[in-house]
C-alpha cells in the first residue's frame, strides 16, 4: 500500500497549481493515498486550498514563522522528520521544489527521480534526459521511500472538490541563522501564469526589442494567453527571465502554443513539445521549429501578428 | 579564500543526441564532448572572484573516467589554478557524486563551492542541494548574481515568481544559472600554460564513498514524434485552421 506526501508550493497566501498536478502524479501509483504537507508562516489558508483538491486525504498544516520564506535547509529537516511511514515524497518541478526535493532525499539518503513523466508502477518511472531527447525508465530500489519531482507539463491538475482532514500539527522549527532572504522581485503581470494557462504566445530573437514585443502582448491579450519567451529574447533583455521557456526555464504544456520569431533551438522545444497545438510564424521557413509546429506560417511577423491578433 | 568548482564533461550541448536502438543508452561513441555549459559559467564567477581580489585560488574538480584530463586541462586553461580527477568508469548519480565532492571538501577546505545548476546530460538538478545538505552549510541555487563581503554570499536567484535576493553564510554551495556571466574563450597561450598547471589523479575507490543503491536505468526510448504538420499560407487559413480544430 503506497502512502504518497506531497510537499506544497505556495507564494502569498495561495497554493501553487502545480501541487493539484502532483496530486495526480500521486494518484497513478495503484491505491495509493495522498497526504499533502503546507509549511507556512500562516498555513490555514493554504491547507484549505490544499484539502479541496480531490483525492486529497490529509493536509498536514504546520505554521512557524520560520516558514515565512521557504529556505531549503529549513524546510527538508521538517519534511524528512514527516516521512516515516510514507513510501513517496513528491514535490513539484517549480523552482520552490527543484530547491528542496534533493535536500530531502539527501536527509533520506535516497537518489531522487527528477521531473517524473509516468507512473508505470509504485518503483516504476519514467523522466526525460538530454533535454527530453531520451526518456529513461528508472527503477528505485524496494523498501526505501521514493523522492520525486513531478514535471508539471506531464500531469493534468487533479479537479477540485475534494473535502480532505486538515491536521494542523505544530513543529519545532529553527529558524535559519545562516540563510535569509532579503528580497523577491516579481515580475507584475495581469496575463495568465504562464504555467498555468491553456493559451500561450511566446517571442523570440526576430522580435528586436523589447518596445517590439508590444505585438506579441497584444495577441496573448486578445487570446487570454500568457506570454513566453526564447532564451535569446530573454537575454538580449526584451522580457525578464521568468518569462523563459525551455530546458532552463519553464516547461508547458498549454492547448495551443504560438512562438513567433523563434528559430526552435533543442533547448526551446524541449520546453514546449507537450503543448496540444504548437503554431510557428517565422521569416525563416528552414527554421528547425516548423518541424514540431501544427501549422506553420511563413511571414514577417510584424506583419501578420497585428493582422492576426486583428482577425480574432 | 578557496573556491571548489565542479566541471563536469557532458555530450556537447548542440548534439542531437539518439537513442540506441536496443534501448539500452544513448549513442555516445564518437560524440563530441565539453564542459557542461553551467560549468562553465560556474568556473568563470570563480575566475572573476579571483581577479576582484576576494578569492585566492580555484580548484577545478571532476569525477570522470581516465580520459577526461583533456576535459580537465581546459579548465586549466580558463584560468583555475589546480584541477583534481577523481577517476571512475562509472555513472555517478548526483547522490554518489554529492558525497564524493563532500570529501573533496573535507580534504581543500574550500570557502565557497561553485556547482551548474544542472547537467545537460542528466537534467536531474540535485548536486549541489545534496552536498549543501550532506555539508550542512547553506545553499544558493540558480544564481544569476553573486556578490561576496563580510562572510556573506548575497545572491539573486531566478525563481519562478522572478528575482529573489538570498543572503547566505559563506561557507555555502552556490549552483549557477545561465544568465550569471558570459564565459571567457580560452586563448593557445593559456592551453599552453595550463599544461604545468597541477592537477591530482585520485581513484573513486580512494574516497571511501559508498556508492547508494539508488535508481537503476531500464531503458532509454526516444521521445514520442509529433506528428507532421502543415503549412498554412496567410492569417486567413491559420484561422481557419484553429477554428476547425475548436482552439478559437
Same mark, same amino acid.
Given at each position: 500500500m503506497s502512502k504518497v506526501l506531497i510537499v506544497a508550493d505556495h507564494l502569498n497566501g495561495q497554493l501553487n497549481s502545480a501541487v493539484a498536478r502532483c496530486v495526480s502524479a500521486a494518484k497513478a501509483i495503484d491505491g495509493a493515498s495522498v497526504d499533502i504537507v503546507v509549511l507556512a508562516s500562516h498555513a490555514a489558508p493554504i491547507a484549505a486550498e490544499a484539502a479541496s483538491i480531490a483525492g486529497v486525504d490529509k493536509v498536514i498544516a504546520i505554521s512557524d514563522a520560520a516558514f515565512g520564506a521557504l529556505i531549503a535547509q529549513t524546510v527538508a529537516p521538517v519534511v524528512a522528520g514527516l516521512a516515516d511511514g510514507y513510501t513517496h515524497v513528491f514535490g513539484p518541478s517549480s523552482s520552490f521544489g527543484k530547491d528542496v526535493m534533493p535536500c530531502i532525499a539527501a536527509l533520506l539518503d535516497v537518489e531522487q527521480v527528477s521531473d517524473l513523466m509516468s507512473v508505470e508502477s509504485a518503483t516504476r518511472f519514467t523522466r526525460p534526459i538530454y533535454a527530453g531527447n531520451a526518456i529513461i525508465v528508472v527503477e528505485a530500489p524496494a523498501g526505501r521511500v521514493v523522492v520525486a519531482t513531478i514535471r508539471a507539463a506531464s500531469w493534468a491538475a487533479a479537479a477540485a472538490g475534494g473535502r480532505a482532514s486538515i491536521e494542523s500539527v505544530t513543529a519545532s522549527v529553527a529558524a535559519s541563522t545562516h540563510s535569509h532572504v532579503l528580497d523577491l522581485q516579481q515580475g507584475k503581470s495581469d496575463r495568465p501564469d504562464l504555467q498555468a494557462a491553456s493559451r500561450v504566445v511566446s517571442g523570440g530573437r526576430a522580435l528586436g526589442s523589447a518596445e517590439n514585443f508590444a505585438v506579441v502582448y497584444a495577441l496573448a491579450d486578445k487570446l487570454g494567453a500568457a506570454v513566453g519567451a526564447s532564451r535569446a529574447a530573454v537575454d538580449a533583455g526584451y522580457v525578464p527571465s521568468d518569462l523563459q521557456v525551455g530546458?532552463? %526555464?519553464?516547461?508547458?504544456? =498549454?492547448?495551443?502554443?504560438?512562438?513567433? /520569431?523563434?528559430? /526552435?533551438?533543442?533547448?526551446?522545444? !524541449?520546453?514546449?513539445?507537450?503543448?496540444?497545438?504548437?503554431?510557428?510564424?517565422?521569416?525563416?521557413?528552414?527554421? =528547425?521549429?516548423?518541424?514540431?509546429?501544427?501549422? %506553420?506560417?511563413?511571414?514577417?511577423?510584424?506583419?501578420?501578428? =497585428?493582422?492576426? !491578433?486583428?482577425?480574432? | 579564500m578557496k573556491i571548489l568548482v565542479g566541471y563536469k564533461r557532458v555530450v556537447d550541448y548542440n548534439v542531437r543526441i539518439q537513442v540506441k536502438p536496443d534501448g539500452t543508452g544513448v549513442v555516445t561513441d564518437g560524440v563530441k564532448l565539453s564542459a557542461n555549459p553551467f560549468d562553465e559559467i560556474a568556473l568563470e564567477e570563480a575566475l572573476r572572484l579571483r581577479e576582484k581580489g576576494v578569492a585566492t585560488e580555484v580548484v577545478v574538480a571532476t569525477l570522470a573516467p581516465a580520459d577526461a584530463q583533456a576535459h580537465l586541462r581546459n579548465g586549466l586553461a580558463m584560468g583555475a589554478n589546480r584541477a583534481i580527477h577523481v577517476v571512475t568508469d562509472q555513472a555517478i548519480s548526483p547522490l554518489t557524486a554529492a558525497k564524493a565532492l563532500l570529501k573533496l571538501i573535507e580534504k581543500e577546505q574550500p570557502d565557497l563551492v561553485l556547482l551548474g545548476k544542472q547537467a545537460i546530460d542528466d537534467d536531474a538538478n540535485q548536486t549541489a542541494q545534496m552536498l549543501a545538505t550532506l555539508w550542512g552549510r547553506p545553499q544558493a541555487t540558480f544564481a544569476s548574481h553573486v556578490e561576496i563581503a563580510d562572510g556573506h554570499a548575497t545572491v539573486v536567484r531566478e525563481v519562478d515568481a522572478g528575482l529573489e535576493t538570498l543572503k547566505v553564510q559563506l561557507p555555502a554551495v552556490i549552483s549557477v544559472d545561465l544568465r550569471l556571466n558570459e564565459p571567457r574563450f580560452i586563448k593557445l597561450p593559456?592551453? *599552453? #600554460? +595550463? #599544461?604545468? #598547471?597541477? *592537477?591530482?589523479?585520485?581513484?573513486?575507490?580512494?574516497? @571511501?564513498?559508498?556508492?547508494?543503491? @539508488?535508481?537503476?536505468?531500464?531503458?532509454?526510448?526516444?521521445? +514520442?514524434?509529433? +506528428? #507532421? @504538420?502543415v503549412m498554412v499560407k496567410d492569417v486567413a487559413e491559420l484561422v481557419s485552421a484553429l477554428k476547425a480544430k475548436g482552439l478559437l
Open positions: 530546458q532552463t %526555464g519553464k516547461i508547458i504544456s =498549454p492547448e495551443l502554443y504560438i512562438a513567433c /520569431g523563434i528559430s /526552435g533551438a533543442i533547448q526551446h522545444i !524541449t520546453g514546449i513539445k507537450d503543448a496540444g497545438t504548437i503554431v510557428a510564424i517565422n521569416k525563416d521557413a528552414d527554421a =528547425p521549429i516548423f518541424e514540431v509546429a501544427d501549422f %506553420g506560417l511563413v511571414a514577417d511577423l510584424f506583419q501578420v501578428l =497585428p493582422e492576426l !491578433t486583428n482577425a480574432l | 593559456d592551453i *599552453m #600554460k +595550463a #599544461k604545468s #598547471k597541477p *592537477m591530482e589523479t585520485l581513484p573513486f575507490a580512494d574516497l @571511501g564513498v559508498s556508492v547508494s543503491a @539508488g535508481l537503476q536505468t531500464l531503458s532509454y526510448t526516444p521521445p +514520442a514524434k509529433r +506528428a #507532421k @504538420g
